[in-house]
């Protein structure tokens, strides 16, 4: 008999071997000279989750989501309503960020079930404004003001709270990236590439698109809860112009694209090579230069890899589907 | 009607605003029939399979498919009842290989078990002709190649009835005979057939009955011989 529980895909090994280095770079303080390379190596984690989470949809789906912003800032301000109620430990803002995010993205999928392309894309830019707009006028969660969240100074054995929650978002990376190559490699993530290729037939071939979906817009809008989670922990005070910030959507979007939109391989290496670089430009150069890095960018790869970096790597290496006929290359 | 109507279409009525594309259609499909629909253009032809297919609801009338109504079911229903069209501009998945095109009607649409499925994508595509196009890429085919790959995967469906929307508009005289084999293969097979065609040839030679809409209205039903000595279908081809 075959034990399958043995046979470790080379995924998660280095799931795990990831995770160990995060364990050993965080206890040891690898970094401790400077604890700033834990706080940039959050936001970088933080984009990898959100690029994931868009790409479920993005990539896969083909529905362009600008709204990442709106769902990053609703997970982050549920875990802010749920610190003001009950002061809720991290543990519990996140799965309650997910849901919240998660039934966000339902209602936005039931909203928009009729529209596609351009007009999907218009309706979630909206939704991001008016949720801000709600925001700014709800006072419980600080409204235009702003709300802090008080955060202990160390988390044993972590070290520094920042560490901790450099961890936290290692864990939750993975978490997505593991989602989504799940999604992708199952029988729904097929029916997405289906939706993505054309979606009347689709629907003719026997894909129920429409419950289809709604499960992507609530994966991807839990995924996003979960990134925004710990948001004002993070920075200690959260105000809706940063939360709502344009520049998660606008990130979201272009990792993937310079990644490659179609495998859950495109959005984590987009992400790992922009984020870093405009972390890198944000301490070397300017924090205002971050925007032109991506414009540039994502032009160069529009023209040149359109397909991304993934894209360009399968000229070489292609991975094997199993409903390729056996005599295929 | 008769008992054994595999499909039952009574007094089909579709609107668009004002317009009426169909009006009132009556017709019946027997199980095993190959089944001719023509009709100039804009007389309601696809409107028709839209309607049964469920991509459009019908405002009037009833469609029953095996006796039982379909109306409010989602055309990924109606596909797993056993029925499945082609589209007159191919619609291929673009970014699969012809066999995952099949694979995708295969797994939503039928009780195939993982490991079947790609042994019976290639049963389906040696019948139509297609399998050395197996590991292509379905965007990069020939015109022919993809009404092929449009009729593959209305097969990978396994469906009861196919219909056919203008699989051949064109192609080659060659290639229209190619297509109408293919087509009587899957008769053979057991698959009742509606052919929608321009192609008074082949639709002559495929059908054993044939319907005539004109404007959305059925001026006829009858056999090939019937509908080509009736004066209204002359009227509605040729004016007067």
């Known amino acids: 008999m075959r034990m399958p529980a043995l046979k470790l895909s080379a995924f998660w090994i280095c799931a795990a071997v990831v995770v160990l280095l995060g364990i050993a770079v965080t206890i040891f303080d690898v970094f401790a000279i400077n604890t700033f390379i834990y ?8 984009y990898v989750v959100l690029a994931t989470a868009w790409n479920i949809m993005g990539g896969y789906m083909g529905y362009v989501n600008f709204g990442t912003a709106g769902f990053f800032a609703v997970g982050a301000y549920a875990s802010v309503a749920l610190y003001n109620l009950i002061q809720a430990p991290l543990a519990l803002m996140i799965p309650f960020s997910g849901v919240v995010c998660a039934l966000l993205g339902l209602a936005m999928g039931y909203l928009t079930l009729r529209l596609r392309g351009v007009f999907f894309a218009i309706a979630t830019l909206a939704m991001a404004i008016v949720l801000e707009t709600m925001i700014l006028n709800w006072d419980y969660v600080g409204g235009a003001t702003g709300a802090y969240i008080l955060r202990e100074r160390e988390m044993a054995p972590f070290g520094d709270y920042v560490e901790f929650l450099f961890f936290v978002m290692l864990l939750l990376a993975i978490f997505a990236v593991a989602v989504a190559r799940w999604l992708e490699r199952s029988k729904t993530g097929r029916g997405f590439g289906a939706i993505r290729d054309d979606e009347v037939a689709a629907e003719c071939a026997g894909v129920p698109t429409l419950r289809l979906k709604l499960i992507a817009t609530t994966v991807s809008g839990f995924l996003m809860g979960v990134a925004g989670a710990p948001f004002a922990l993070y920075v200690g005070f959260i105000e809706p112009s940063s939360a709502f910030n344009l520049i998660y959507a606008v990130n979201a979007i272009a990792m993937p694209m310079i990644g490659g939109a179609t495998t859950w391989l495109g959005p984590l290496i987009g992400a790992l090579l922009l984020g870093t670089v405009q972390q890198v430009a944000t301490v070397t150069i300017s924090s205002e230069l971050n925007l032109l890095i991506v414009g540039v960018v994502l032009v160069f790869f529009v023209i040149v890899a359109p397909e991304g970096i993934v894209g360009l790597l399968r000229k070489w290496w292609r991975p094997r589907k199993w409903w390729r006929p056996r005599n295929d290359r | 009607m008769t008992a054994d109507a595999l499909l039952d279409v009574r007094a089909v009525t579709k609107r668009f605003g004002g317009f009426t594309a169909l009006d009132q259609i009556s017709m019946e499909v027997r199980a095993g029939e190959r089944f001719g629909m023509i009709g100039p253009n804009g007389s309601g032809k696809t409107t028709m399979i839209n309607c049964i297919s469920g991509t459009l609801a019908n405002e009037g009338g009833e469609i029953l498919f095996k006796g039982a109504r379909l109306d409010g079911k989602k055309p990924h229903q109606r596909t797993r009842l056993g029925i499945a069209r082609s589209f007159q501009i191919p619609k291929p998945f673009r970014s699969m290989t012809v066999l995952e095109n099949l694979g995708i009607a295969l797994e939503y649409a039928t009780d195939a078990a993982p490991g079947e499925v790609r042994e019976r994508g290639m049963t389906i595509l040696e019948t139509i002709g297609l399998a050395e196009r197996a590991g292509e ?19 990978a469906t396994e469906p009861e009835l196919l219909i056919s929307d203008e699989a051949m508009a064109g192609l080659s005289s060659t290639e229209v005979d190619d297509i109408l084999d293919i087509l009587f293969k899957l008769n053979e097979g057991g698959i009742t057939i509606i052919m929608i065609e321009h192609i008074m040839r082949a639709v002559m030679r495929f059908s054993t009955r044939i319907v005539v809409l004109d404007a959305g209205r059925k001026i006829a039903d009858g056999s090939p011989d019937e509908i080509v000595n009736d004066p209204e279908v002359e009227r509605a081809y040729l004016g007067e």
């Open chain 1, 39 to 46: 706080f940039a190596a959050y936001v970088v984690l933080q």
């Open chain 2, 137 to 155: 890429n379905a965007g990069a085919l020939t015109q022919i190649d993809m009404r092929k790959l449009e009729l593959a995967r209305a097969m």
